[in-house]
């Protein structure tokens, strides 16, 4: 489904701006794609990413947002590193696993009641919110290994996790559900209800653990100067790999691109990787930049970064509101639209599969405007909200929002 935030940040006291920053652009942009799929008239006929139905436009709305969940789950991890530096390994790993059991439990339940407004939970999802969870469950454990051996574990993961895109089981049979959960996107009907996997564990574990190693940079084992040329050539490793890798076609991604009706298209085949789940030109595509971005901003400021920053020091805030303000607002522009009423905005089905509302939603120029909206409305709260956990640290609970 669609991307969620960073759910583990450093305590307010030592935050590091240039990560909150980059938490913010790419909370941001997620919203954009949010806005987009229950607003934008076509977000209920096909992909934006069909090269055969989609515009340039359309298909960069959503592009962009393919940097949100790799960016947040590898910060996740440099997080949770960073905050083991205050903590003993005891106590980051029963921090990550209590964290990431609450994860798994917010997005079955409360996550995704915002994205349908559905009472009787016709579909169980397991979106990226819960593979989030999972993610810190098992750096729980990969906490007490050398950093080396992390290092090594992520990469790969991540390298080689392609070679199972062949695997394929029985559908709709117990096997071959617990092997979407781990690596392929499926959907199954149990019981009378859909279980939808939408983001599969491999390779977001590496994912985190990658970020997890990256979080010693900004140890004091490091100044800035040193730390920017190695995020400058690890970023730019990634970038180069990715277009070498991708224009062979050999490995690293089974959607191939391929030559299409003009140039511009058969470039935006080029920049078409698999999601779900990510393969590793996918993570190449969206980590590289990502790596570049941190290390080009770490001194920077002013009030624009600053405003930016407040959405990526609440992210789990800011993520549970926006999808139900976002829902909830459309249900008010299904109730004005002709031929639609509110109601058809409760989801007893996967939104983007539903036949419901077909014929309704507005143009892209709109959904940009409804976007902005939504952004700048939600501001004064999360910045309120930032504000109270600074007023309020000894609340522990805080931590879980």
């Not at 959907?187 to 979080?215: D, E, H, K, N």
């Not at 002013?302 to 990526?312: D, M, R």
Request: charged share 10%; aromatic share 18%.
């Amino acid at each position: 489904m669609k991307p969620a935030p960073n759910f583990l940040t450093q305590p307010i006291s030592s935050r590091i701006q240039s990560i909150d920053f980059l938490r913010g652009v790419v909370m941001i942009i997620m919203a954009l794609d949010h806005v987009r799929d229950y607003f934008h008239a076509d977000a209920f006929l096909y992909s934006p990413t069909d090269l055969s139905k989609t515009t340039v436009l359309l298909f960069f709305t959503r592009w962009i947002t393919h940097f949100c969940a790799p960016v947040f789950m590898f910060l996740a991890g440099t997080s949770a590193f960073l905050i083991g530096q205050r903590k003993t390994k005891a106590e980051l790993s029963v921090f990550l696993l209590k964290r990431g059991i609450w994860l798994i439990f917010l997005d079955l339940f409360i996550v995704y009641f915002g994205w349908s407004f559905d009472i009787s939970y016709h579909v169980v999802l397991f979106n990226v919110i819960w593979v989030f969870g999972v993610s810190m469950i098992v750096l729980a454990a990969l906490i007490y290994l050398p950093i080396k051996i992390i290092l090594a574990i992520g990469l790969i993961i991540v390298a080689t996790h392609n070679v199972l895109d062949n695997v394929t089981i029985e559908e709709n049979t117990l096997p071959a559900f617990l092997w979407a959960l781990i690596h392929k996107q499926s959907s199954f009907s149990f019981g009378g209800r859909t279980f939808f996997v939408a983001y599969p564990v491999i390779p977001w574990v590496g994912v985190m653990a990658l970020g997890y190693c990256l979080g010693n940079l900004y140890t004091d084992h490091y100044n800035s100067k040193t730390r920017k040329k190695i995020l400058i050539v690890i970023g730019s490793i990634a970038i180069f790999l990715f277009i070498a890798l991708r224009a062979s076609n050999v490995y690293g991604d089974s959607s191939h691109w391929s030559q299409q009706s003009s140039g511009l298209f058969t470039f935006l085949s080029f920049l078409n990787p698999s999601k779900y789940p990510p393969s590793l030109l996918f993570l190449l595509m969206t980590l590289g930049p990502a790596l570049l971005f941190l290390a080009f901003t770490e001194k920077t400021s002013g009030s624009l970064v600053n405003a930016i920053s407040v959405y990526g020091r609440v992210p789990l805030f800011f993520y549970i509101i926006h999808i139900y303000f976002i829902h909830f607002l459309a249900m008010l522009a299904a109730g004005l639209f002709p031929g639609f009423s509110w109601s058809d905005m409760i989801l007893n089905e996967l939104l983007w599969f539903t036949d419901n509302l077909k014929g309704f939603g507005f143009s892209l120029g709109i959904v940009y405007l409804i976007w902005v909206g939504v952004v700048l409305g939600l501001y004064p709260l999360c910045r309120w909200y930032y504000n109270y956990k600074i007023d309020h640290k000894q609340n522990k609970w805080l931590s879980y929002l």
